[in-house]
């Protein structure tokens, strides 16, 4: 393709120099050269690109600075960020302070093309929108200030093929936003492949994640490609990311250096495209100051973050999110339902809905199973959604005077070993809200071992 300007290459090793123009040149672009800031920044004002590409280890200025006044002058350039391994924080900030993308030495050809093409094919757009259209993204519903945030960001950053990092409570949509940001990418037409690293034991989430070869354990009895090879061409969208295994976490991280595979019983690696999307429900810097996750991984997937916020910050939200579910489960579900009444729509502006959107779905999934009618009304509301906003907790029944303590002996008397599992299993999740992760630190076991044990429970 040829470009409408040349673009501007900024680099002060003039080897680097000569290979990074002769592989853009190969590929059809003119390029101008400039070896300091102060001649980047004049030949960008005469030139006017539309892509810069920028190394922000620069003899005479801080590239990161250079970038901000480019962009301050003309906010539709798309600034490609060249870094070493040693700055890659800095790459990270270019990121935050605008850049499309960035670059981390050494790269292979077709990666160095293809982010300066797919940069040149995002044209004026990364822009934020505004208004409701910013947020017309299929799948998030929501007119909110937040959402049309996370519908700028997600606009923004799709183009790229930065990773992205998804933050926020559990049932907030994370999976919706990563799907998002591979719909609106140039990869669109490649796979989404969407991994759980909670739900998988540790022992087999590496063959999930990479692949393995026959052979390589006990039960592989034929070659698997794994998600990173599925998502070839694609996205990779890794879930719970803070639930992956600490002893896999530097495979990850090489793999994100090297775009290579090597399948469990292989000593041949295997390079693929993927773009890493991540999404967690807990504080990802609390994971890593914990030491349950390794600070460089975390800078590498932690390019462009994005938060989904809760349900509770979403002002008139959660009454679009409930129209929509409850006119797509009345014609599922052969209903005359059309619209939630005044005094439900105005008890869902109060709830907290701890559970999120995922919880706004279930009680109208719930109304319309059981009921019909033209309009929603209180009556027809699950009795959970009926209790007010933070209710104060119910002291538990005083215990009669005549009641002796119970005794455990006698509690797990007749009961079998897999019995007594479960129940503690249970009643730790209970005490924790039902959260499998919180159930599963108190019990000392991997949060993969209690969504194996409930499956296995639920089959049986």
């Not at 959970?384 to 104060?392: D, F, H, I, N, S």
Request: aromatic share 4%; glycine share 8%.
């Amino acid at each position: 393709m040829t470009d409408p300007r040349p673009l501007l290459l900024v680099e002060d090793t003039p080897s680097l120099q000569l290979v990074y123009r002769a592989v853009l040149e190969a590929a059809g672009h003119a390029v101008e050269l400039a070896g300091t800031a102060a001649d980047g920044l004049a030949l960008f004002r005469r030139l006017e690109p539309d892509c810069v590409l920028l190394d922000i280890m620069l003899p005479d200025r801080d590239g990161l600075a250079l970038m901000r006044d480019m962009l301050a002058e003309r906010p539709g350039t798309r600034v490609i960020v060249i870094t070493s391994n040693g700055s890659i924080n800095k790459a990270v900030e270019a990121m935050r302070a605008g850049a499309q993308d960035f670059l981390v030495k050494p790269f292979d050809e077709a990666r160095f093309v293809a982010a300066v093409e797919n940069a040149l094919r995002a044209g004026g757009g990364a822009a934020p929108r505004s208004g409701a259209a910013a947020a017309a993204i299929p799948g998030l519903a929501g007119q909110s200030e937040p959402m049309q945030a996370v519908a700028a960001r997600i606009r923004s950053v799709a183009r790229s093929m930065a990773s992205v990092f998804i933050t926020g409570e559990s049932g907030t949509g994370k999976e919706l936003a990563a799907q998002a940001v591979h719909d609106l990418s140039p990869r669109a037409r490649g796979p989404f492949i969407a991994l759980n690293c909670g739900a998988i034991p540790p022992d087999l989430l590496e063959s999930e994640v990479f692949g393995h070869v026959r052979g390589a354990f006990t039960g592989a009895v034929s070659d698997k490609p794994g998600a990173a090879v599925a998502a070839d061409g694609g996205t990779l969208f890794l879930d719970e990311i803070c639930e992956m295994d600490l002893g896999l976490q530097p495979k990850l991280l090489r793999f994100l250096q090297t775009s290579s595979v090597t399948p469990v019983g292989s000593t041949r690696p295997r390079k693929v495209d993927v773009r890493i999307v991540c999404a967690t429900n807990r504080d990802p810097l609390e994971q890593v100051r914990a030491g349950r996750f390794r600070e460089d991984l975390y800078y590498r997937l932690h390019v462009v973050p994005i938060h989904m916020p809760p349900l509770r910050e979403r002002g008139d939200d959660v009454i679009e999110i409930a129209q929509a579910a409850l006119r797509r489960f009345a014609a599922e579900e052969g209903r005359r339902f059309a619209d939630l009444s005044p005094e439900v729509q105005a008890l869902f502006r109060r709830l907290p809905w701890p559970g999120n959107v995922r919880q706004v779905l279930n009680v109208m999934r719930n109304v319309v199973v059981l009921h019909d009618g033209p309009a929603v009304t209180l009556d027809m509301l699950p009795q959970e959604a009926l209790l007010p906003p933070g209710p104060a907790p119910v002291p538990p029944p005083a215990p009669l005077p005549a009641a002796a303590p119970p005794d455990l002996g006698q509690m797990l008397a007749g009961r079998t070993l897999a019995e007594i599992e479960r129940l503690a299993i249970e009643a730790a999740i209970a005490r924790h809200g039902g959260s499998l992760p919180r159930a599963a630190r108190e019990l000392g076991v991997a949060a993969s071992t209690l969504y194996r044990k409930r499956e296995a429970w639920t089959a049986g």
